[in-house]
């Protein structure tokens, strides 16, 4: 009897073992990780595209310089600000990310909602194409937004659950992820 109750216990353990939620939190982790890469690669894109915007923008009105000024400084603000993965954690720094870029956003719609009422804008093809370009990469980051706070959630959720709360209190020491909040501009 003594051996059965060893044998019950060894296999209550095992069976314990394998569901600890060690590889759901790994996994978890790891998409956090991936969707946060196609957040900021989509930042970054929208960046990249603001310069032609201006370019374009000051060949058709020339001497307007103040209309741009305010992009160009809060662009060169979200350019500038250091911001690594192991940020996720931190909530002040995601906050002062999620302020600036959605003044960024803000600043390109209202750019763009002041041109198009210059009629000569509306048949310009290459305005046209920055603006198809930058509603493009408003989407994406919408998209790449919406994925990684499904992964965050999931993840918090999982590191906050029994015994997944245990496993990572031993081995990853994870803390929550504040979810984004990035404001969608229609350009």
């Given at each position: ?153 999931s993840m918090n959720q999982s590191i906050n659950s029994f015994p997944n709360n245990?496993?990572?209190?031993i081995f990853f020491r994870l803390k929550e992820i504040k979810l984004i909040v ?6």
């Amino acid at each position: 009897m003594n051996r059965f109750i060893q044998a019950l216990l060894i296999m209550f353990m095992m069976m314990c073992m394998t569901s600890c939620g060690y590889n759901v939190i790994k996994k978890d982790h790891e998409q956090v990780m991936k969707a946060w890469t196609d957040v900021e690669a989509s930042l970054h894109k929208r960046a990249d595209l603001i310069p032609d915007l201006i370019d374009l923008l000051r060949i058709i009105r020339p001497n307007n310089d103040q209309l741009f000024s305010k992009l160009i400084m809060i662009r060169t603000k979200t350019v500038m600000m250091q911001f690594s993965v192991l940020d996720l954690y931190d909530s002040k720094t995601v906050e002062q990310l999620i302020r600036t870029q959605n003044d960024l956003s803000a600043e390109i719609h209202s750019l763009l909602s002041t041109m198009e009422k210059k009629q000569s804008l509306k048949e310009n093809l290459n305005y046209m194409n920055i603006k198809n370009r930058i509603m493009d990469i408003e989407n994406r980051i919408h998209v790449a937004s919406f994925q990684y706070n499904r992964a965050v959630s999931s993840m918090n959720q999982s590191i906050n659950s029994f015994p997944n709360n245990v496993t990572n209190k031993i081995f990853f020491r994870l803390k929550e992820i504040k979810l984004i909040v990035l404001n969608k501009h229609n350009c």
